[in-house]
């Protein structure tokens, strides 16, 4: 595996392939890397005849300085982790390669009501920060597809908005979530949670599927009411939302009919780590 840092000379590389017909996939991640973002290398590597993952850890979609600061770096495990499965190249860029101007937001992209719902509602400018990175980065690699994990799928979907408004030739593929034999979402953040809190993380993806199994049985403000119940139960859990969406927009559904695939969507506090999930309902 290539590792480059500097855009020009990670164009100079991937021009050969353009010119040979040969086709891009891109993995964008902030590093820390566990087995939910090699699937999405592996997924890109049965596309794409060339595979570019990028490491970026983008200052202007935290809005929590020390979140920031204190995202956990694993470079070197990191590198060896993709090298493991033969990814073709890392772009590893510094700030000045993405931001030639200093890490601010220049520019307003239509994101709709998805910014400010869900987990837009307490990050304010993170999903942003999030369009304006990934359409820099997508400027610089000009991938055929881009591959997108649907454990954040609110970000699947803004991303999808952005291509969209800026007419990027980019398909955007959602690949599954992977989970631990527990049913666990894996997450960088999961390696924070103390081992009582790794014991009861996995109670967010379980109440999730009880209500994709049973939704059939109850009406939404009954199952919303059983999943917030459920997990407020559990002592070391603290549920910060439960919806209920149309899997299109994620706008919020009160009755089954409503939608032609739904989504539930979860994210609880845990001791005192924040845990996403979701899972498509039908
Ligand atoms: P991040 O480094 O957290 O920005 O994640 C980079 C990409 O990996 C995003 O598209 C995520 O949705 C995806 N991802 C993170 N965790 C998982 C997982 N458990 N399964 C599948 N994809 C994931």
Known sequence: MDIFTSVDKLQEQLKSHKNNDQSIGFVPTLGALHQGHLSLIQHAKETSDVVVASIFVNPTQFDDKSDFENYPKTIEQDIALLQSIHCDYLFLPTLDEVYPNGPILTEKYALDSLENILEGATRPGHYQGVAQVVHRLLNIVQPNFLFLGQKDYQQVLIIRNMIIEKQIPTEVVMCPIVREEDGLAMS????????????????????????????????VAELKEWAMANLNAE????????AFCNADNLEIIHDWSEAKNALVLGAIFLDPIRLIDNIIIY
């Open 235 to 242: 002592p070391l859990i603290q549920v910060d939302y439960i």
């Open 188 to 219: 960088s953040r999961n390696r924070r949670l103390s081992p009582q809190a790794r014991e009861v993380a996995p109670e967010l993806y379980k109440t999730l599927l009880s209500c994709k199994t049973n939704y059939k049985d109850f009406t």
